[in-house]
Protein backbone atom coordinates (compact mmCIF):
# COMPACT_ATOMS: atom_id res chain seq x y z
CA UNK A 1 0.00 0.00 0.00
CA UNK A 2 1.59 3.59 -0.66
CA UNK A 3 0.95 6.94 0.29
CA UNK A 4 1.10 10.07 -1.34
CA UNK A 5 3.84 12.23 0.03
CA UNK A 6 1.03 15.07 2.00
CA UNK A 7 -0.74 12.72 3.67
CA UNK A 8 -0.17 11.16 7.26
CA UNK A 9 0.04 7.78 8.16
CA UNK A 10 -3.85 7.69 9.91
CA UNK A 11 -5.31 9.18 6.43
CA UNK A 12 -5.64 12.75 7.53
CA UNK A 13 -3.35 15.81 6.22
CA UNK A 14 -0.97 18.10 7.35
CA UNK A 15 -2.27 21.93 7.55
CA UNK A 16 -0.83 24.09 4.91
CA UNK A 17 2.65 25.36 5.77
CA UNK A 18 2.23 29.33 6.06
CA UNK A 19 4.96 29.93 3.27
CA UNK A 20 2.66 28.24 1.16
CA UNK A 21 -0.22 30.77 1.74
CA UNK A 22 -0.03 33.74 -0.66
CA UNK A 23 -1.83 36.45 2.01
CA UNK A 24 0.88 35.03 4.88
CA UNK A 25 3.98 35.55 2.20
CA UNK A 26 2.79 39.29 1.68
CA UNK A 27 2.36 39.93 5.25
CA UNK A 28 5.51 38.29 6.23
CA UNK A 29 7.78 40.51 3.59
CA UNK A 30 5.66 43.54 4.43
CA UNK A 31 6.73 43.17 8.21
CA UNK A 32 9.99 42.48 7.27
CA UNK A 33 10.69 45.33 5.31
CA UNK A 34 9.11 47.50 7.93
CA UNK A 35 11.30 46.34 10.55
CA UNK A 36 14.66 46.68 8.75
CA UNK A 37 13.55 50.38 8.27
CA UNK A 38 12.99 50.90 11.73
CA UNK A 39 16.22 49.06 12.63
CA UNK A 40 18.18 51.21 10.11
CA UNK A 41 16.47 54.99 11.58
CA UNK A 42 17.66 53.25 15.14
CA UNK A 43 20.94 52.98 14.38
CA UNK A 44 21.68 55.98 12.76
CA UNK A 45 20.19 57.67 15.90
CA UNK A 46 22.36 55.75 18.20
CA UNK A 47 25.65 56.44 16.74
CA UNK A 48 24.43 60.30 16.58
CA UNK A 49 23.69 59.76 20.13
CA UNK A 50 26.76 57.87 20.93
CA UNK A 51 29.38 60.83 19.41
CA UNK A 52 29.61 62.57 22.85
CA UNK A 53 28.57 60.10 25.22
CA UNK A 54 31.74 58.23 24.67
CA UNK A 55 33.65 61.38 26.25
CA UNK A 56 32.02 60.26 29.51
CA UNK A 57 32.92 56.28 28.92
CA UNK A 58 29.55 55.58 29.49
CA UNK A 59 29.13 53.95 25.65
CA UNK A 60 32.30 53.45 23.51
CA UNK A 61 31.71 54.10 20.10
CA UNK A 62 34.73 52.00 18.17
CA UNK A 63 33.42 53.86 14.90
CA UNK A 64 34.99 57.10 15.56
CA UNK A 65 38.42 58.02 15.24
CA UNK A 66 40.10 60.33 18.30
CA UNK A 67 40.01 63.53 15.98
CA UNK A 68 35.94 62.94 14.93
CA UNK A 69 35.44 62.74 18.49
CA UNK A 70 37.17 65.82 19.59
CA UNK A 71 35.64 67.41 16.79
CA UNK A 72 32.15 66.74 17.94
CA UNK A 73 32.92 66.74 22.09
CA UNK A 74 35.07 69.58 22.24
CA UNK A 75 34.29 73.53 22.03
CA UNK A 76 36.07 75.20 18.95
CA UNK A 77 39.36 77.42 19.47
CA UNK A 78 38.08 80.88 19.12
CA UNK A 79 35.30 79.42 22.05
CA UNK A 80 38.49 78.14 24.01
CA UNK A 81 40.19 81.20 23.70
CA UNK A 82 37.46 83.38 24.85
CA UNK A 83 37.06 81.57 27.99
CA UNK A 84 40.77 81.39 28.69
CA UNK A 85 41.19 85.67 28.12
CA UNK A 86 38.22 85.52 30.28
CA UNK A 87 40.06 84.01 32.98
CA UNK A 88 43.31 85.97 32.42
CA UNK A 89 41.21 89.23 33.05
CA UNK A 90 39.70 87.88 35.75
CA UNK A 91 43.53 87.66 36.74
CA UNK A 92 45.16 90.92 36.24
CA UNK A 93 42.05 92.51 38.07
CA UNK A 94 42.78 90.49 40.85
CA UNK A 95 46.58 91.09 40.38
CA UNK A 96 46.24 95.02 42.35
CA UNK A 97 48.08 93.79 45.64
CA UNK A 98 50.99 92.06 43.75
CA UNK A 99 51.57 95.04 41.76
CA UNK A 100 50.87 97.42 44.60
CA UNK A 101 48.20 100.00 43.29
CA UNK A 102 44.52 100.14 43.53
CA UNK A 103 43.53 99.20 40.47
CA UNK A 104 45.24 97.95 37.10
CA UNK A 105 43.76 99.46 34.37
CA UNK A 106 43.27 97.16 31.13
CA UNK A 107 43.79 98.72 27.34
CA UNK A 108 40.78 98.49 25.19
CA UNK A 109 42.13 95.97 22.92
CA UNK A 110 45.03 94.12 24.60
CA UNK A 111 42.99 91.01 25.29
CA UNK A 112 41.64 90.44 21.76
CA UNK A 113 45.64 90.46 20.99
CA UNK A 114 46.38 87.86 23.68
CA UNK A 115 43.35 85.96 21.88
CA UNK A 116 44.53 85.95 18.98
CA UNK A 117 48.52 85.65 19.67
CA UNK A 118 46.93 82.33 21.61
CA UNK A 119 45.18 81.10 18.56
CA UNK A 120 48.36 81.64 16.26
CA UNK A 121 51.06 79.29 19.02
CA UNK A 122 48.44 76.61 19.31
CA UNK A 123 47.42 76.59 15.36
CA UNK A 124 50.20 73.47 14.99
CA UNK A 125 49.95 71.72 18.12
CA UNK A 126 48.75 68.13 18.71
CA UNK A 127 45.96 69.42 20.82
CA UNK A 128 45.51 72.86 19.81
CA UNK A 129 45.10 75.59 22.82
CA UNK A 130 43.99 72.93 25.30
CA UNK A 131 47.73 71.64 25.69
CA UNK A 132 48.74 75.20 26.53
CA UNK A 133 50.10 75.67 29.95
CA UNK A 134 49.91 79.73 30.27
CA UNK A 135 52.18 81.97 32.92
CA UNK A 136 51.12 85.05 32.82
CA UNK A 137 53.83 87.98 34.50
CA UNK A 138 53.71 91.82 34.46
CA UNK A 139 57.29 93.62 34.00
CA UNK A 140 56.98 96.49 36.57
CA UNK A 141 60.03 97.91 34.82
CA UNK A 142 62.52 98.07 37.56
CA UNK A 143 65.39 96.69 35.89
CA UNK A 144 63.54 93.33 34.26
CA UNK A 145 61.86 92.17 37.16
CA UNK A 146 58.66 90.26 36.37
CA UNK A 147 55.69 89.72 38.50
CA UNK A 148 54.24 86.18 38.07
CA UNK A 149 50.43 87.20 38.40
CA UNK A 150 48.85 83.59 37.42
CA UNK A 151 49.74 80.45 35.62
CA UNK A 152 46.63 79.12 33.37
CA UNK A 153 46.42 75.08 32.44
CA UNK A 154 43.78 75.63 29.70
CA UNK A 155 42.65 71.92 30.31
CA UNK A 156 43.52 70.75 33.79
CA UNK A 157 42.77 67.18 32.38
CA UNK A 158 45.37 67.12 29.93
CA UNK A 159 49.60 66.80 29.87
CA UNK A 160 50.35 70.26 28.66
CA UNK A 161 52.10 69.94 25.23
CA UNK A 162 53.35 73.41 25.19
CA UNK A 163 54.03 76.36 27.51
CA UNK A 164 53.11 79.74 26.71
CA UNK A 165 54.87 83.50 29.20
CA UNK A 166 52.84 86.25 28.33
CA UNK A 167 54.85 89.23 29.61
CA UNK A 168 52.78 92.38 30.03
CA UNK A 169 54.43 95.92 30.51
CA UNK A 170 53.07 98.90 32.84
CA UNK A 171 52.63 102.87 31.55
CA UNK A 172 56.32 103.99 32.24
CA UNK A 173 54.16 106.97 33.84
CA UNK A 174 52.66 104.80 36.22
CA UNK A 175 53.34 104.90 40.41
CA UNK A 176 55.56 101.96 40.31
CA UNK A 177 58.48 104.35 38.86
CA UNK A 178 58.23 106.43 41.90
CA UNK A 179 57.95 103.59 44.76
CA UNK A 180 61.11 102.34 42.96
CA UNK A 181 62.22 105.71 43.46
CA UNK A 182 61.85 105.63 47.25
CA UNK A 183 62.83 102.27 47.85
CA UNK A 184 66.44 103.31 46.28
CA UNK A 185 66.54 106.34 48.14
CA UNK A 186 65.91 104.39 51.56
CA UNK A 187 64.06 106.73 52.69
CA UNK A 188 60.69 104.68 52.93
CA UNK A 189 59.94 102.80 56.38
CA UNK A 190 58.01 99.63 55.71
CA UNK A 191 56.12 98.77 53.40
CA UNK A 192 54.62 101.37 50.78
CA UNK A 193 50.92 101.31 50.35
CA UNK A 194 50.53 103.04 46.89
CA UNK A 195 46.42 103.87 46.14
CA UNK A 196 46.83 105.23 42.84
CA UNK A 197 46.14 103.11 39.68
CA UNK A 198 48.35 101.16 37.18
CA UNK A 199 48.19 100.77 33.40
CA UNK A 200 49.13 98.30 30.84
CA UNK A 201 50.77 98.93 27.75
CA UNK A 202 48.83 97.37 24.84
CA UNK A 203 52.00 95.68 23.71
CA UNK A 204 53.29 92.49 25.45
CA UNK A 205 55.93 89.86 24.80
CA UNK A 206 54.87 85.94 23.76
CA UNK A 207 56.89 83.06 24.71
CA UNK A 208 56.43 79.87 23.72
CA UNK A 209 58.27 76.68 24.25
CA UNK A 210 57.28 73.37 22.84
CA UNK A 211 57.71 70.68 25.66
CA UNK A 212 57.51 67.42 23.69
CA UNK A 213 60.46 68.67 21.83
CA UNK A 214 63.57 70.28 22.77
CA UNK A 215 65.12 73.73 21.44
CA UNK A 216 61.80 74.33 20.38
CA UNK A 217 61.47 78.34 21.62
CA UNK A 218 59.72 81.10 19.97
CA UNK A 219 59.89 84.57 21.24
CA UNK A 220 57.39 87.33 19.52
CA UNK A 221 56.21 91.02 19.98
CA UNK A 222 53.02 91.87 20.16
CA UNK A 223 51.32 95.26 19.97
Known amino acids: MSFSCSQSLDGSFPPTPA ?9 SWSNLLQRLTELNGLSHRDAADQFCRSETGSVADLS ?16 LA ?13 A ?17 IISEELLHLAVNEPCGLRGALIELCVDRGDQGSLCEVDRIAVDPTLVPTFHVTLVLRLESSGLWPKVQKLFRSGKPQGSPRPHSPLRL ?23
Not at 19 to 27: I, V
Not at 96 to 112: A, N, T, V
Request: with cysteine; net charge negative; hydrophobic share 30%.
Open 64 to 79: LSDSDSNFFCYPPEET
Open 19 to 27: EDRPGSQRL
Open 82 to 94: AEVVALITESLHN
Open 201 to 223: KSSFRAIRRKLYSSGELLIEECC
Open 96 to 112: SPLLCCSKLLIPEHLMQ
